[in-house]
């Protein structure tokens, strides 16, 4: 990784990043953000009246600025990234070319499995977003996206909950996020917005990267230091169902390990990243939900939520067209949530519930174009229950999710495999799968 200063250019609000693939005989990938000399954000909500520095306030233009870019790499599945290299403009230059760098891109090659390396230079003057709000008694700060596993998290939070900022990042949700704080019993979310529009490349496995950085930069506007990003165990261990499947880390306690990392030496204060549902199925997070506020609200807010990654879209999936804010049912927060809800599989499960587009309960979607995520976790389901331990399990696993176990910042193998037991059963419960005995 390397990291380094450069004198300053006439583009000065410029930046720009260039992939280069495994496969030298083709050319690099380029993309190219210049947002002039307008911010990169605009927020929305109670933040804090905290004064932001310049260094936290180049991390949030980092964030948003690295995420645009990366929208506008195709992908290339024969030839993957091995490097990123991007130019921006910063205020703390010299920050940003030592420690800062280094540390950031660490986070960025645990994300997304490839080198970065950066230069920078010094940014000039551009409008500054407002970051001034009222003074209030926040001790923690919670991601809050409209999904399960937030709206669980929110719900099992400890009270009181005046004490907690929710904090979103919205497209098309703001109004389900807004809706669900309120059912909640929370105070209204920050919402960040970036201005501007995202391209249509990428894959989003650095998307994590922007979501915590919004939290800690909220988190310091209240002068508060707990950050909380509830996932699911089987999501945030970021085990690939199978060998050529490449999930996020958006969760993995290694991530939130080098994040911290990052972030203190950004505010020269320590903050801490929790996940209370790592070592819990989607299943088990849902029953505590519903014990934390009753069987009848948990069940009325989580009808609300959106699991899907092609929700609202009308995609075409598997050359099949789906109709806008329908759940596929196939991709892989569908089929995780459908282990923790398997009634949801039935189309008017209640009113207005409109099913999945497409149902795994059959053999032309399980062994289709569709199915390809199903068969997926059905490999990984087979070795976990033919497995006669721990360590065997995890010795058969793919080497992305060995990799991802055991290390300094968790989950141990026991652990490991004691959570994809779990999920094995609610996932043959729910989709009426049968794993044959391993053959001797």
């Not at 499995?113 to 008694?137: L, M, N, T, V, Y």
């Not at 196939?330 to 949530?337: A, E």
Request: with cysteine.
């Amino acid at each position: 990784m390397a990291v380094r200063a450069v004198a300053k250019r006439d583009e000065g609000q410029r930046f720009e990043c260039r992939v280069i693939g495994v496969r030298s005989a083709f050319a690099a990938r380029t993309n190219t953000f210049a947002p002039g000399n307008s911010s990169l954000w605009t927020v929305a909500g109670p933040v804090g009246n905290r004064r932001v520095s310049s260094r936290a306030l180049d991390l949030l233009d980092l964030a948003g600025a690295i995420y645009r870019l990366e929208s506008g790499i195709p992908m290339r599945p024969t030839n993957p990234a091995k490097e990123w290299q991007v130019s921006a403009p910063v205020r703390d230059v010299a920050f940003w070319s030592g420690a800062g760098g280094k540390r950031l891109a660490a986070v960025l090659s645990f994300l997304n499995r490839a080198q970065w390396s950066f230069s920078f230079e010094r940014r000039k003057s551009a409008a500054e977003i407002a970051i001034a709000g009222e003074r209030r008694d926040i001790r923690e700060v919670l991601l809050f996206s409209g999904g399960m596993d937030s709206a669980c998290g929110a719900g099992v939070h400890p009270k009181p909950h005046e004490g907690v900022q929710l904090v979103s990042f919205y497209t098309t949700q703001k109004a389900l996020q807004q809706r669900l704080a309120a059912d909640l019993g929370y105070p209204a979310p920050v919402q960040w917005r970036l201005t501007g529009r995202r391209g249509k490349e990428g894959m989003d496995l650095i998307r994590a990267f922007l979501f915590l950085t919004l939290g800690a930069i909220t988190a310091r506007t209240h002068n508060a230091s707990r950050i909380f990003q509830y996932e699911n165990g089987l999501l945030a261990m970021a085990i690939p169902p199978a060998g050529a499947q490449v999930p996020t880390r958006h969760a993995h306690p290694e991530f939130h390990r080098r994040m911290e990392y990052l972030l203190e030496a950004v505010f020269e204060h320590k903050l801490e990243i929790r996940n209370p549902f790592a070592l819990l199925t989607k299943r088990e997070e849902a029953v505590e939900f519903a014990k934390a506020i009753g069987n009848s609200a948990a069940e009325t807010i989580l009808r609300q939520t959106q699991t899907c990654w092609r929700h609202s879209q009308a995609w075409r999936v598997g050359n099949r067209k789906k109709r806008p804010y329908v759940p596929c049912g196939v991709c892989t927060p569908c089929i995780v949530r459908r282990t923790a809800r398997p009634f949801e599989t039935e189309k008017g499960a209640w009113e207005g519930w409109p099913g999945y587009a497409f149902d795994l309960r059959q053999p032309t979607i399980q062994h289709g174009k569709l199915g390809t995520t199903f068969r997926a976790y059905l490999e990984l389901i087979t070795i976990v229950l033919r497995a006669t331990g721990d360590h065997e399990m995890i010795a058969d696993l793919a080497p992305e999710a060995r990799a991802l176990i055991g290390g300094p910042a968790g989950p141990t193998e026991q652990q490991a495999a004691d959570l994809l037991r779990r999920f094995a059963g609610e996932f043959c419960t729910a989709l009426n799968i049968s794993v044959p005995e391993k053959q001797a």
